[in-house]
């Protein structure tokens, strides 16, 4: 997965994240402070913004991503 910033008309690549699978699935949390990215083996990654670090994996039966669940696991299992 790339990330990219905008600067005017340009694309500029910001980093490139790893996955496994192809990714189904991303999501910002509210206050822009994380990014959540499933994939097809149902794993989701949970990145801290703005440096893209790996906060947490969470291993998903079904991907839907609630932020107050997200959220609740930043609190209590992100380093």
């Excluded at 008309?9 to 192809?22: S, V």
């Excluded at 083996?41 to 790996?54: A, D, G, I, M, S």
Aim: net charge negative; hydrophobic share 45%; charged share 10%.
């Amino acid at each position: 997965m790339h990330v990219y910033s905008l600067a005017g008309n340009m694309l500029h690549e910001k980093t490139a994240l790893e996955h496994n699978g192809a990714i189904t699935s991303l999501k910002y949390s509210p206050d822009g402070s994380m990014l959540a990215a499933s994939d097809t083996y149902r794993k989701v990654l949970l990145y801290q913004l703005p440096e893209y670090t790996v906060c947490c994996l969470i291993l998903a039966s079904n991907i839907v991503l609630y932020w107050s669940v997200i959220l609740y696991f930043q609190s209590h299992l992100c380093i």
